[in-house]
């Protein structure tokens, strides 16, 4: 239970800072937002954790649906050209995160502090699938989420329908990419096909609840100027 508070914690923390900072700064807070949580998801991607005492996810999975709604609010307001740089922030963040956070777990660490330092080098020297899981899972998640939310918003423009819809599909893709490439014909698990579907499942329902309640920050930053 704990740790599903912390999670909805999270989630209410990213939608606050996304109202907040569209608020301030418009359009470039929202570009301020994706390079922060890009950068928190490399990290938080690392670590799993157990809800309700027998569902294993990655951390991070507020911050990651949270810039699938940061990209449709901006798709809502600027349409979806102006996604093309939300687009290449998000890549470019991943990258130098990804090359910094390895290259430091690559260097030797001093005598001082070695068991925090074996710490370190054992979370972000190993982990390159699950790197390049969230990467690519972000980039195709929020580039299929605005182009299927502007189809739907030329339909019929109704935030609510427009984000419910665009969100089943989307985080299903964007599941189904992110454990295949971070886990699949992972050597650890004994059970790794039964792994894997648990894993999908559940982290597919997680991020649907979370993404539909994204819709409230895409109403409320659709008032602002």
Same mark, same amino acid.
């Given at each position: 239970?704990?740790?599903?508070?912390?999670?909805?914690?999270?989630?209410?923390?990213?939608?606050?800072?996304?109202?907040?900072?569209?608020?301030?700064?418009?359009?470039?807070?929202?570009?301020?937002?994706?390079?922060?949580?890009?950068?928190?998801?490399?990290?938080?991607?690392?670590?799993?954790?157990?809800?309700?005492?027998?569902?294993?996810?990655?951390?991070?999975?507020?911050?990651?649906?949270?810039?699938?709604?940061?990209?449709?609010?901006?798709?809502?307001?600027?349409?979806?050209?102006?996604?093309?740089?939300?687009?290449?922030?998000?890549?470019?963040?991943?990258?130098?995160?990804?090359?910094?956070?390895?290259?430091?777990?690559?260097?030797?660490?001093?005598?001082?502090?070695?068991?925090?330092?074996?710490?370190?080098?054992?979370?972000?020297?190993?982990?390159?699938?699950?790197?390049?899981?969230?990467?690519?899972?972000?980039?195709?998640?929020?580039?299929?989420?605005?182009?299927?939310?502007?189809?739907?918003?030329? #339909? !019929?423009?109704? %935030?609510? *329908?427009?984000?419910?819809?665009? @969100?089943? =599909? $989307?985080?299903?893709?964007?599941?189904?990419?992110?454990?295949?490439?971070?886990?699949?014909?992972?050597?650890?698990?004994?059970?790794?096909?039964?792994?894997?579907?648990?894993?999908?499942?559940?982290?597919?329902? #997680? !991020?649907?609840? %979370?993404? *539909?309640?994204?819709?409230?920050? @895409?109403? =409320? $930053?659709?008032?602002?100027?």
């Amino acid at each position: 239970m704990k740790n599903l508070l912390l999670v909805i914690a999270e989630v209410v923390v990213c939608y606050l800072a996304i109202i907040l900072l569209n608020k301030k700064y418009k359009t470039d807070g929202l570009y301020v937002f994706a390079i922060i949580a890009t950068f928190m998801s490399c990290i938080m991607g690392l670590k799993q954790i157990t809800i309700l005492e027998k569902i294993d996810v990655p951390t991070g999975l507020g911050v990651t649906t949270s810039l699938i709604i940061a990209g449709n609010i901006i798709t809502q307001k600027r349409g979806p050209q102006e996604v093309k740089t939300y687009l290449a922030l998000i890549l470019v963040t991943a990258l130098v995160s990804c090359c910094f956070l390895n290259l430091s777990g690559l260097m030797e660490g001093s005598d001082y502090n070695k068991f925090a330092n074996k710490s370190y080098n054992s979370i972000f020297e190993y982990n390159l699938r699950v790197y390049l899981g969230t990467i690519v899972s972000i980039i195709v998640g929020v580039w299929l989420s605005s182009k299927l939310y502007y189809t739907l918003k030329k #339909i !019929k423009n109704k %935030i609510p *329908i427009s984000n419910i819809f665009t @969100i089943v =599909i $989307t985080e299903l893709v964007e599941t189904l990419l992110f454990v295949l490439i971070a886990y699949l014909f992972e050597p650890s698990k004994s059970e790794i096909v039964f792994d894997i579907i648990f894993c999908i499942i559940f982290r597919y329902i #997680i !991020k649907i609840l %979370i993404g *539909i309640f994204g819709t409230i920050p @895409i109403y =409320i $930053t659709n008032k602002f100027n």
